[in-house]
C-alpha cells in the first residue's frame, strides 16, 4: 500500500515514514524562511499533524512534496506575522549542519565551504521576506517558476520579478561584504 493510502488509513507507522522521509527536508526550508532553529521546528511539527489530520484533501501522491512544502511554507508565514525578528540573531550553523550531505577532500577545503556557505546564508537572510522566499524554494528546493507561483497563489510573472530583484539585491549584499572585508584587511594590516 502507498505511503498516501496509509496515512489516510490513520497508520501511525505510515506517519513515522513520512516524517523520516521529508522532515530534513522540510525543516531546512522552515529554518532558511524564519531563520530560528526553535521556530523552525515548531513549524515542522504543525505541518506533519496538520498534513495527518488533511491527508484525505490530497488527491494525487506524486503531489504529496509539494503539498507538505505548500503547508510548511504558509505556516512560515503565519510565523512571520506573529513575531518581530528583529531581535533574532543570525545564526546558520544549524542550517548549514541539516543541509550539509557531502564531504569534501579535506580540512582545509570544508573550512572554505564552510565559509563560502556562512556568507551565502548570511547574505540571503538579509533580503525581504518575499524575496528570500522565491530563491530557496527556487534554488535550495528546486522547485520549478510555476510551481512556486501556484504554492504561493501568485503570477508566474510576480515570482521571475522576484526572483530577479533578489538575485541583484544578494549580488549587492555580497559585493558590499566583500568590499568591507577587504577595507578591514587593509586597515588591520
Not at 573550512?111 to 527556487?138: A, G, P, T
Request: proline residues 1%.
Amino acid at each position: 500500500m502507498h505511503l498516501v493510502e496509509r496515512l489516510k488509513n490513520k497508520e501511525e507507522s505510515a506517519l513515522k515514514e513520512l516524517m523520516n522521509f521529508y522532515g530534513d527536508y522540510l525543516l531546512r526550508t522552515a529554518y532558511l524562511l524564519v531563520k530560528d532553529n526553535h521556530l523552525a521546528e515548531e513549524v515542522v511539527q504543525d505541518t506533519f499533524i496538520t498534513a495527518y489530520q488533511k491527508i484525505h484533501q490530497l488527491d494525487e501522491e506524486e503531489k504529496l512534496k509539494s503539498w507538505l512544502t505548500s503547508i510548511t511554507v504558509n505556516r512560515c508565514k503565519m510565523q512571520m506575522r506573529k513575531w518581530s525578528f528583529k531581535r533574532i540573531l543570525l545564526n546558520f550553523e544549524f542550517a548549514e549542519r541539516v543541509t550539509e550531505d557531502e564531504q569534501t577532500e579535506g580540512p582545509e577545503a570544508q573550512l572554505l565551504l564552510d565559509f563560502q556557505n556562512q556568507s551565502l546564508s548570511e547574505s540571503i537572510q538579509k533580503l525581504d521576506y518575499k524575496y528570500r522566499e522565491v530563491i530557496i524554494l527556487y534554488y535550495f528546493n528546486e522547485m520549478k517558476i510555476s510551481e512556486i507561483a501556484v504554492m504561493l497563489a501568485i503570477a508566474e510573472s510576480t515570482v521571475k520579478t522576484r526572483l530577479k530583484r533578489g538575485r541583484s539585491y544578494l549580488k549587492d549584499i555580497i559585493e558590499k561584504g566583500e568590499d568591507e572585508s577587504a577595507t578591514q584587511r587593509k586597515t588591520s594590516g
